[in-house]
């Protein structure tokens, strides 16, 4: 005779049981390992990439404090309390706006190939595509554009470096960038 299993009995379910461990004590100091590297990287910035990033007054106090200290076993005790500090709030956010500022992201990489796209139709085909961007972009300067596609396409007529072409896409960049 088969008997009924009730509530208590059931045999436990296996992802209830790994939800409910806790972390590991080395799973526990491997992500506090990586906060302290996070705030390692962010006392590393230069001063006007630092400003860029958006944190909690504690945590900015307290790197701006790191980028002051220079004596080894200080500037470690430093680094651990920025740490400890990062362990109360989501450090996503932050790695995010780091990375987008070193150009890591996904979405910076899409804003690049974009920028690439244009500054390759520009040069391909002129005017038509410089009337689009002005329609996209109504803060472009087109006599700029222009003059730096004439001088791109004079430099790749003479086998010369495409500084031009670079030029054009930094403009581009600063250009798309603002929004």
């Known amino acids: ?7 208590e009995n059931t045999p436990p379910d296996k992802s209830l ?3 409910i461990e806790p972390k590991s004590k080395s799973q526990r ?12 990287e962010l006392t590393k910035l230069p001063a006007d990439q630092f400003e860029k990033i958006s944190l909690p007054d504690d945590l900015h106090d307290a790197i701006v404090e790191a980028r002051r200290i220079h004596q080894h076993g200080a500037h470690k005790r430093q680094l ?5 500090l990062m362990r109360d709030i989501d450090a ?3 790695r995010e706006q780091l990375d987008t500022l070193r150009g890591q992201s996904a979405r910076a990489a899409q804003e ?3 920028i690439e796209r244009w500054r390759d139709r520009l040069l391909d085909e002129g005017d038509a595509a410089l009337g689009e961007l002005v329609q996209e972009q109504p803060q472009t300067d087109r006599h700029h554009v222009r003059q730096l596609l004439r001088n791109a ?4 007529q003479a ?4 500084k031009s072409a670079r030029a054009l896409f930094q403009y581009l960049r600063e250009l798309m960038l603002k929004d």
């Open 92 to 94: 996503s956010p932050i």
């Open 29 to 40: 100091k491997r992500e506090m390992l990586a906060l302290q590297d996070l705030g390692s």
């Open 80 to 84: 651990q309390f920025i740490g400890r």
């Open 17 to 19: 049981e790994q939800e």
């Open 1 to 7: 005779m088969k008997k009924d299993y009730d509530q």
């Open 112 to 114: 690049l190939h974009l």
């Open 153 to 156: 396409h004079k430099e790749k």
């Open 159 to 162: 086998n010369k470096p495409p």
